[in-house]
């Protein structure tokens, strides 16, 4: 596959919005299923109060950084965002020809090293009809999906608010992909895939000098980005607990009944967190029987996937 290819596939994976350059995590070995980890947009209606539950802390001078820190029954984990390379950056390489392509390599050595894992989740979070048939399920039709599981008894307004856009299905769907890239790749791989997006989307999340527009947007503001961030995170956590619970690796045939026990686990996990109740994934369903085998065609036949049209 042609080289430039690659360059926009970093471009057009923007499924989760935001993330975090690195992560610090006390107690990570420990970390269980704690109630009041995972956050949604919804429950917010401020920065200010926001930073109640999160600690959000500035490093300025000629690298700045924000450092996000948020503490659940003793497990802590810190979102840090640097500057570095960016969509943007990739996309003005790109202009730039065979020159910026090697300049590329020097800049995002890691872009380069891993673009073959890079086009493993361009395919896995974007629909393929042509390619893996129809109702081909990408990453953010398991978070629809997982919404749709919910058994709506008793609700308040509040809980229809969360059913919006900006609640369940968005912390699904930032929390179960980066679970599902922690666990089939790494914890550093699902970091690099969401941050050059996020450094050129908002930089202002680096500095934290935001308009007051910015500030009041809670849907697509500096609220709903460092949510985003946070819930990154406990998404990681959650990926290496399942990866370590089902031995799973790059080999590892991800059979209907591993992926429904994983999805199930998924959903039990935010049972816990947002008390609310779940059906649960069977392995004839069809939305398992298709991920799963998208994933094990993905994970095994990424070299002929990448000269398809359509891709």
């Known amino acids: 596959?042609?080289?430039?290819?690659?360059?926009?596939?970093?471009?057009?994976?923007?499924?989760?919005?935001?993330?975090?350059?690195?992560?610090?995590?006390?107690?990570?070995?420990?970390?269980?299923?704690?109630?009041?980890?995972?956050?949604?947009?919804?429950?917010?209606?401020?920065?200010?109060?926001?930073?109640?539950?999160?600690?959000?802390?500035?490093?300025?001078?000629?690298?700045?950084?924000?450092?996000?820190?948020?503490?659940?029954?003793?497990?802590?984990?810190?979102?840090?965002?640097?500057?570095?390379?960016?969509?943007?950056?990739?996309?003005?390489?790109?202009?730039?020809?065979?020159?910026?392509?090697?300049?590329?390599?020097?800049?995002?050595?890691?872009?380069?090293?891993?673009?073959?894992?890079i086009m493993r989740v361009f395919i896995?979070?974007?629909?393929?009809?042509?390619?893996?048939?129809?109702?081909?399920?990408?990453?953010?039709?398991?978070?629809?999906?997982?919404?749709?599981?919910?058994?709506?008894?008793?609700?308040?307004?509040?809980?229809?608010?969360?059913?919006?856009?900006?609640?369940?299905?968005?912390?699904f769907n930032h929390v179960g992909s980066q679970a599902l890239m922690t666990t089939m790749f790494s914890e550093k791989f699902a970091d690099f895939m969401s941050d050059t997006h996020e450094r050129s989307t908002l930089p202002e999340l680096i500095t934290g000098d935001f308009t007051e527009k910015q500030k009041n947007d809670i849907k697509n503001g500096a609220v709903d980005?460092?949510?985003?961030?946070?819930?990154?995170?406990?998404?990681?956590?959650?990926?290496?607990?399942?990866?370590?619970k089902y031995k799973i690796n790059r080999q590892t045939n991800w059979t209907p009944e591993l992926l429904c026990n994983y999805l199930n686990d998924t959903q039990n996990y935010y049972s816990e967190v947002l008390q609310i109740a779940f059906k649960p994934f069977n392995p004839e369903d069809e939305v398992v029987m298709k991920f799963s085998a998208k994933i094990n065609r993905v994970m095994n036949d990424i070299v002929s996937l990448s000269k398809m049209k359509g891709i």
Request: glycine share 8%.
């Open 1 to 117: 596959m042609n080289q430039s290819f690659f360059i926009l596939i970093i471009l057009l994976v923007v499924y989760s919005g935001c993330s975090q350059t690195s992560s610090q995590k006390e107690g990570a070995d420990d970390f269980q299923m704690a109630e009041k980890v995972a956050l949604l947009t919804t429950r917010f209606s401020s920065l200010e109060e926001l930073k109640e539950v999160i600690q959000i802390d500035y490093k300025k001078g000629k690298r700045p950084a924000v450092y996000l820190t948020h503490n659940s029954n003793g497990v802590e984990v810190t979102s840090v965002l640097k500057a570095g390379i960016s969509e943007a950056d990739i996309m003005e390489i790109r202009r730039g020809g065979i020159w910026g392509k090697i300049g590329l390599c020097f800049r995002s050595p890691y872009f380069v090293a891993n673009r073959w894992d």
């Open 225 to 244: 980005n460092y949510i985003d961030f946070i819930n990154n995170e406990w998404g990681q956590e959650l990926g290496k607990m399942l990866k370590k």
């Open 124 to 171: 896995l979070s974007r629909r393929r009809h042509n390619i893996f048939g129809w109702k081909d399920i990408a990453f953010y039709d398991i978070a629809e999906i997982m919404m749709n599981h919910i058994i709506e008894v008793g609700l308040t307004p509040q809980d229809s608010l969360d059913f919006s856009e900006k609640g369940y299905i968005n912390t």
